[in-house]
C-alpha cells in the first residue's frame, strides 16, 4: 500500500511587497504578465537565481559574461570582457549588436581566438581579423620612436618600413618625412609647455650648469642644464637648452643668451647659482647676469667653479711630464691593435695565459686625461699577456721591462684617486657640494704623500 507524501511548500522572493502564492506556468492568454518574462530566462528580484530555458549556442558569448543583476525592466544584461560595456542580453533582442561591438572594441588590441571563431562563420576558415587603427596614436608612437632612437625622418619612407607596417594593418597610413618633423616640433613645444608649467610650480631655488664647445665643423653650441629639489624632496634634473652659439663667443654675448633662455622658461627669478668651468670668458659672463637676476646674499654664491674641470686641468698638467713607460704602453697598444694578424696572435697569447678576451685593449686620446687611466688599467689586466707575445712576435718591440711595469703599476694607482674622484664630481642624482672638501682633501694627501717618498729617496 502506497503512501502519499505531501507537497513541501517552496517559498519564492518576494516582489513589490506580496508573496507569489502559486508557481504554475503562466497560460498564453495572459498576455501582459507574459511580456515581462524573458523568453531567455525568468527573472526574480536579489536573493533568487536565474533559470535558463535553453542553451546558448552563437560563438559571440565567448566574449562576453553576464552580471547578476538585471536592469531597472528585469531584462538580462551582459557585459564585454575586454572593455565592460554593457548590453541587454535578452534573447529577443538578438546578438548582431553584441557581433558589432567586438568588431569595434578599442580594447581588442590583439588577436582573439573567439574573434577568429566568429569571423570563420562566414568563410568557412579562421581568419586574423585586426581591429581598428588609430592614426594619431600610430603617428605619435612613430614620431617618438624616431627621437628616442635618433632616427633619420626618412626612416618612415622606407620601403621595408612601408611594407612592415601594411603587413601589421592593411589600412595604416605612412606620413612622409615632412609629416614627421611637424609631428616632432608639435611633440617639443608640447613638452616644453609641460615642462614650463612645472618649473614656475616648484618651490624650491634652481641651481645652473653650462658649457660650451665646438663642433668639427667649428660650429659653437651652448647647453643649458637646471638641478632643483622638487616638492617631494627628490632631485631633479632637466636639460632646458642646447642650441647653437653663434660667434663671438665672449662673456657678455653668453651672459645675453642664457638670460633670454631663462626668461623663456620664465624661472630668472629663481636661480641659486651657476656652475662653469674655469675658463676666463666665465668669469666675465658671471659678473654680467648677476644684474638681471634675483639673487640671495646678493650674488655672492652665485658662480661656481667646476671641481671636475679644476681635476681635470691638474692631472692634464702633470701628464706633460709623463714616464717613458707609460709611453711604452701607448705604443704597445697601437701596435696590437693596428691589423687583424697582430690582434689575433695577441688574442692567442690571452687564451694562453688563460685570461678573458673580452675586456679588450683601450687606447687613450690626448684630450681625455681618464682615458691614460683606462688604457693603463686594460694593459695591467693583460700584463701577463703582452709578456707572452714578446716572446712569440719578434717585431714587437715595446713591451715595457720588469722596472717599467713597477711604475706603470705605480702610476695606475696615483691616477685611481683622481678618476674616483672626478666621477664623483660627476654625479647628476646626488648633491655634490657637500663632497668637494673631503675629496679634495684625499688628494692633497695623495700628492704629499708622493712628495715626501720622492724627498726621501
Given at each position: 500500500m502506497e503512501k502519499s507524501i505531501d507537497p513541501i511548500p517552496i517559498d519564492l522572493a518576494e516582489s513589490d511587497g506580496e508573496r507569489v502564492q502559486d508557481s504554475h506556468p503562466i497560460k498564453a492568454s495572459t498576455k501582459k504578465s507574459s511580456k515581462k518574462i524573458s523568453n531567455l530566462t525568468n527573472l526574480t528580484k536579489p536573493g533568487s537565481h536565474f533559470k535558463r530555458q535553453r542553451r546558448l549556442t552563437s560563438e559571440v558569448w565567448v566574449n562576453y559574461e553576464f552580471l547578476d543583476e538585471p536592469d531597472e525592466n528585469g531584462n538580462l544584461l551582459c557585459k564585454c570582457k575586454k572593455c565592460g560595456t554593457t548590453y541587454n542580453a535578452d534573447s529577443k533582442n538578438g546578438t548582431g549588436n553584441l557581433k558589432r561591438h567586438i568588431q569595434n572594441c578599442k580594447r581588442r588590441n590583439y588577436l582573439d581566438v573567439g574573434q577568429m571563431i566568429i569571423d570563420s562563420s562566414a568563410s568557412g576558415s579562421l581568419q586574423n581579423r585586426l581591429p581598428s587603427i588609430n592614426a594619431d596614436i600610430f603617428r605619435e608612437l612613430v614620431a617618438s620612436a624616431i627621437v628616442r632612437h635618433d632616427l633619420p625622418f626618412q626612416f618612415a619612407e622606407y620601403d621595408g618600413i612601408r611594407k612592415c607596417f601594411s603587413y601589421l594593418h592593411p589600412d595604416v597610413k605612412v606620413v612622409s618625412r615632412?609629416?614627421?618633423?611637424?609631428?616632432?616640433?608639435?611633440?617639443?613645444?608640447?613638452?616644453?609647455?609641460?615642462?614650463?608649467?612645472?618649473?614656475?610650480?616648484?618651490?624650491?631655488?634652481?641651481?645652473?650648469?653650462?658649457?660650451?664647445?665646438?663642433?668639427?665643423?667649428?660650429?659653437?653650441?651652448?647647453?643649458?642644464?637646471?638641478?632643483?629639489?622638487?616638492?617631494?624632496?627628490?632631485?631633479?634634473?632637466?636639460?632646458?637648452?642646447?642650441?647653437?652659439?653663434?660667434?663671438?663667443?665672449?662673456?657678455?654675448?653668453?651672459?645675453?643668451?642664457?638670460?633670454?633662455?631663462?626668461?623663456?622658461?620664465?624661472?630668472?627669478?629663481?636661480?641659486?647659482?651657476?656652475?662653469?668651468?674655469?675658463?676666463?670668458?666665465?668669469?666675465?659672463?658671471?659678473?654680467?647676469?648677476?644684474?638681471?637676476?634675483?639673487?640671495?646674499?646678493?650674488?655672492?654664491?652665485?658662480?661656481?667653479?667646476?671641481?671636475?674641470?679644476?681635476?681635470?686641468?691638474?692631472?692634464?698638467?702633470?701628464?706633460?711630464?709623463?714616464?717613458?713607460?707609460?709611453?711604452?704602453?701607448?705604443?704597445?697598444?697601437?701596435?696590437?691593435?693596428?691589423?687583424?694578424?697582430?690582434?689575433?696572435?695577441?688574442?692567442?697569447?690571452?687564451?694562453?695565459?688563460?685570461?678573458?678576451?673580452?675586456?679588450?685593449?683601450?687606447?687613450?686620446?690626448?684630450?681625455?686625461?681618464?682615458?691614460?687611466?683606462?688604457?693603463?688599467?686594460?694593459?695591467?689586466?693583460?700584463?701577463?699577456?703582452?709578456?707572452?707575445?714578446?716572446?712569440?712576435?719578434?717585431?714587437?718591440?715595446?713591451?715595457?721591462?720588469?722596472?717599467?711595469?713597477?711604475?706603470?703599476?705605480?702610476?695606475?694607482?696615483?691616477l685611481k684617486v683622481f678618476y674616483d674622484v672626478t666621477k664623483v664630481f660627476s654625479g647628476t642624482l646626488y648633491p655634490t657640494a657637500n663632497m668637494y672638501f673631503p675629496n679634495v682633501l684625499k688628494v692633497r694627501l695623495l700628492l704629499k704623500e708622493e712628495m715626501e717618498v720622492r724627498i726621501s729617496s
Open positions: 615632412n609629416t614627421l618633423k611637424a609631428d616632432i616640433l608639435k611633440m617639443y613645444r608640447r613638452e616644453k609647455s609641460k615642462l614650463r608649467e612645472y618649473m614656475t610650480a616648484i618651490s624650491s631655488r634652481i641651481s645652473l650648469t653650462s658649457d660650451c664647445w665646438s663642433s668639427i665643423t667649428t660650429d659653437g653650441y651652448i647647453s643649458l642644464t637646471a638641478h632643483f629639489i622638487d616638492n617631494h624632496w627628490t632631485l631633479q634634473k632637466r636639460i632646458l637648452n642646447f642650441r647653437f652659439l653663434p660667434p663671438p663667443h665672449s662673456g657678455v654675448h653668453m651672459s645675453d643668451e642664457v638670460c633670454s633662455m631663462l626668461k623663456e622658461w620664465g624661472i630668472q627669478k629663481k636661480i641659486m647659482s651657476i656652475t662653469l668651468d674655469n675658463a676666463s670668458s666665465n668669469d666675465v659672463f658671471a659678473d654680467v647676469i648677476k644684474s638681471e637676476l634675483d639673487l640671495i646674499c646678493g650674488g655672492n654664491y652665485f658662480h661656481v667653479r667646476c671641481c671636475a674641470h679644476i681635476l681635470n686641468l691638474v692631472v692634464q698638467d702633470g701628464l706633460k711630464e709623463i714616464d717613458d713607460a707609460v709611453i711604452k704602453v701607448r705604443e704597445s697598444v697601437k701596435y696590437c691593435k693596428g691589423s687583424q694578424a697582430r690582434r689575433q696572435r695577441f688574442l692567442t697569447s690571452v687564451a694562453h695565459v688563460e685570461l678573458d678576451n673580452a675586456r679588450g685593449l683601450r687606447q687613450d686620446v690626448p684630450t681625455r686625461w681618464n682615458s691614460t687611466y683606462l688604457m693603463l688599467e686594460s694593459v695591467l689586466y693583460y700584463k701577463k699577456a703582452f709578456i707572452h707575445f714578446q716572446k712569440s712576435d719578434a717585431n714587437y718591440i715595446h713591451c715595457p721591462t720588469t722596472d717599467e711595469w713597477v711604475r706603470i703599476e705605480k702610476i695606475f694607482r696615483f
